[in-house]
């Protein structure tokens, strides 16, 4: 070029520009026709000054203006951007940005000017020059797909994103409108339109646009750290192009796979790289009970089973039969109940039972972990390496870290299998890491004392060689938006007294039985507003105050077996009325709600002999739709005190 970039002219006649657009140029700037020189030379003497462009991609004012250092000089834009400013990585404009085009389409290479190459080679090839456009929507495939699209006055997205999608359209080939609706029913829910919520939520939480891409995994092996791409939109401009995979599939590892050893290396060292992933698997649902008649696998049958199955039968909404057998390498996902026999068949026998019963979204428990959708369960499988191991007892449950739901769903399960199945105690029992202490205490009480423990991860993948597994033995339906039933909630009466007189046996260490417990509730879901108030009137009628959350089994269970009066709210810690003597006096608080089921706490009152009695508060609103039985509530302290009153000693 003749001009240095310093801006000393050798000549008006030698000024070159492979930016400059002469045609666009004079379209742009009517007035330079009329000038006595060539629409270059006009812009490299005055036009400039006035703040003309040269190009349609090269900004004089804003990059004078963005750029103050080359104002200051009095140098001519144009030329220190071709001559120095590309090379820097300056801006030519607010819309064109170097880097991301030279990271898109020049290899990083820095001898080449981006906007050079754009306006000779890139726009005659579709590239984009800025990561705003690229984009997940397809204009041009949305409208040779949908010809009412093609028809309507509406531009393509604002037809997606207004009515397309309510019609089940897809945005692209790479998006799958329906499946995302039903693998995120949050989305679904809330009415809010899936390509909207991905792009601006979704994809920074991971959630699949689709079965066959995984944005945890696209952005950990395809994407720099420092990059602002959406996963999706990089593969569909870049990635396709360039040979990225999409995803991985975990199952392949643990049941064998048609690829390569390669292929499963790389997936081992994806899934170490990657612990904060997730994957989802897709699979058909089998009981335990069908899929024992299925492959002809021995069917172990304890003593207590008849009994259960009777019980269940006339008492329980989802009655189920009882087996009990050794899976052959399977995959077990710890904290929930699901068990893959095949990369696309699991076994769940609660979700079994209730299948075609109640609506699919009342079918899972952890609805973060799992969706249900077309008969099939989708699991959410954290991303790590772990060891396969050669055996063990299945003692994994949705919800199995709260409290409640392990005492009565879990709890029995293993008391019945250490006195009635006879297993080896070489063989380890399964548990999750997660889970309390006072949870890992009661294990130590119930199981054989030569049987180990081994602690696994939660929502991750484990081989097993030989699985030992029992049917459940209770059912807690966890309806927020149903309409309780008594039915709905189920454990057998014999099996859960002889679990909880094997721990009171263990852990009480005296004989008291006078004593008045209030449990304080504290701020959790269901909080009571007004506990304060409720609390000064328990004190006045001689009530202990206590706070189970920092307490040891054996003090949980001393507490309780020696009190003759207990009042709390439903929640975890009131189901340790369980080690209440037969006859003593039990208050437990509820919000006044139509869904408001106690016929958890009305069952243990059975089974023990309480005497229970349910008090109801008004909702503060802080929680209102589906989820408003989790609200905060406010218990009247004046009706409080008079019930006390009435209590006798």
């Given at each position: 070029m003749a001009l240095s970039w310093f801006g000393r002219r050798e000549s008006v006649a030698d000024i070159e520009s492979?930016?400059?657009?002469?045609?666009?140029?004079?379209?742009?700037?009517?007035?330079?026709?009329?000038?006595?020189?060539?629409?270059?030379q006009h812009f490299m003497t005055e036009g400039w000054q006035k703040n003309f462009n040269p190009c349609e991609f090269f900004d004089t004012a804003w990059y004078l203006s963005q750029y103050p250092d080359v104002?200051?000089?009095?140098?001519?834009?144009?030329?220190?951007?071709?001559?120095?400013?590309?090379?820097?990585?300056?801006l030519p404009s607010q819309d064109f940005d170097p880097v991301f085009y030279r990271a898109a389409y020049l290899e990083q290479d820095d001898n080449v000017n981006p906007l050079?190459?754009?306006?000779?080679?890139?726009?005659?090839?579709?590239?984009?020059?800025?990561?705003?456009?690229?984009?997940?929507?397809?204009?041009?495939?949305y409208l040779a797909t949908y010809p009412d699209a093609d028809e309507s006055d509406l531009d393509p997205r604002d037809h997606f994103m207004q009515v397309g999608w309510r019609k089940g359209y897809d945005p692209s080939p790479m998006f799958d409108t329906m499946w995302y609706l039903k693998c995120n029913p949050d989305v679904r829910d809330a009415g809010w339109n899936p390509l909207e919520h991905y792009e601006t939520v979704g994809n920074f939480e991971n959630r699949?646009?689709?079965?066959?891409?995984?944005?945890?995994?696209?952005?950990?092996?395809?994407?720099?750290?420092?990059?602002?791409?959406?996963?999706?939109?990089?593969?569909?401009?870049?990635?396709?192009?360039?040979?990225?995979?999409?995803?991985?599939?975990?199952?392949?590892?643990?049941?064998?796979?048609?690829?390569?050893?390669?292929?499963?290396?790389?997936?081992?060292?994806?899934?170490?790289?990657?612990?904060?992933?997730?994957?989802?698997?897709?699979a058909e649902i089998i009981s335990l009970g069908n899929y024992i008649k299925q492959v002809q696998l021995i069917d172990q049958r304890a003593p207590s089973f008849e009994q259960i199955e009777s019980e269940w039968k006339h008492e329980g909404a989802f009655p189920s039969t009882l087996h009990s057998t050794i899976?052959?390498?399977?995959?077990?996902?710890?904290?929930?109940?699901?068990?893959?026999?095949?990369?696309?068949?699991?076994?769940?026998?609660?979700?079994?039972?209730?299948?075609?019963?109640?609506?699919?979204?009342?079918?899972?428990?952890?609805?973060?972990?799992?969706?249900?959708?077309?008969?099939?369960?989708?699991?959410?499988?954290?991303?790590r390496v772990n060891p396969s191991i050669e055996c063990g007892i299945h003692l994994f449950k949705e919800n199995e870290s709260n409290y409640s739901n392990f005492l009565v769903e879990v709890a029995p399960k293993l008391s019945l299998l250490e006195s009635q199945l006879a297993i080896d105690p070489s063989v380890p029992l399964l548990v999750s890491n997660n889970l309390a202490d006072t949870v890992y205490d009661l294990i130590d009480i119930l199981k054989h004392p030569c049987r180990s423990v081994l602690r696994l991860h939660p929502f991750s993948l484990y081989k097993i060689r030989r699985l030992y597994m029992i049917s459940d033995l209770s059912h807690i339906v966890d309806f927020d938006h149903l309409l309780?039933?008594?039915?709905?909630?189920?454990?057998?009466?014999?099996?859960?007294?002889?679990?909880?007189?094997k721990v009171i046996t263990a852990k009480r260490s005296s004989d008291r039985v006078d004593r008045k417990i209030y449990l304080k509730r504290g701020k959790l879901r269901r909080a009571i507003a007004n506990e304060t108030e409720l609390i000064d009137v328990a004190l006045k009628y001689g009530f202990e105050i206590v706070d189970m959350a920092d307490l040891s089994l054996a003090a949980q269970v001393n507490y309780l077996a020696s009190a003759r009066q207990v009042i709390g709210a439903t929640g975890a810690a009131f189901t340790n009325i369980l080690w209440c003597n037969e006859n003593t006096k039990v208050m437990v608080f509820f919000s006044r709600h139509p869904l408001s089921n106690a016929s958890f706490w009305?069952?243990?009152?059975?089974?023990?002999?309480?005497?229970?009695?349910?008090?109801?508060?008004?909702?503060?609103?802080?929680?209102?739709?589906?989820?408003?039985?989790?609200?905060?509530?406010?218990i009247d302290p004046v009706e409080f005190e008079r019930c006390l009153a009435e209590w006798p000693d």
């Open positions: 492979t930016l400059f657009d002469a045609d666009w140029y004079l379209a742009r700037y009517p007035e330079v026709a009329k000038a006595k020189k060539s629409p270059i104002g200051e000089a009095g140098l001519n834009p144009l030329i220190h951007y071709e001559s120095i400013g590309y090379q820097e990585n300056r050079q190459h754009y306006l000779e080679i890139g726009r005659h090839n579709g590239n984009l020059i800025n990561e705003q456009q690229v984009e997940t929507f397809n204009a041009a495939w699949r646009p689709n079965k066959g891409f995984d944005p945890a995994f696209y952005r950990a092996v395809h994407l720099s750290n420092e990059t602002k791409y959406e996963p999706l939109s990089h593969y569909i401009h870049f990635g396709d192009s360039q040979g990225n995979v999409p995803c991985i599939t975990l199952m392949d590892a643990a049941f064998g796979t048609s690829k390569s050893a390669t292929e499963t290396a790389d997936q081992i060292w994806y899934r170490s790289q990657n612990p904060g992933g997730q994957e989802a698997i897709e899976l052959q390498d399977c995959c077990v996902v710890p904290g929930t109940s699901t068990v893959f026999v095949k990369r696309n068949l699991v076994i769940n026998d609660e979700i079994s039972r209730m299948q075609g019963k109640v609506p699919d979204s009342s079918l899972v428990k952890n609805w973060e972990t799992g969706q249900f959708s077309d008969a099939k369960l989708i699991t959410n499988c954290a991303l309780p039933k008594p039915e709905h909630c189920f454990f057998p009466r014999k099996i859960v007294s002889e679990m909880v007189e009305e069952r243990i009152s059975e089974i023990k002999g309480l005497q229970l009695q349910v008090m109801y508060g008004r909702r503060v609103g802080k929680i209102t739709g589906k989820h408003s039985i989790q609200d905060d509530y406010t």
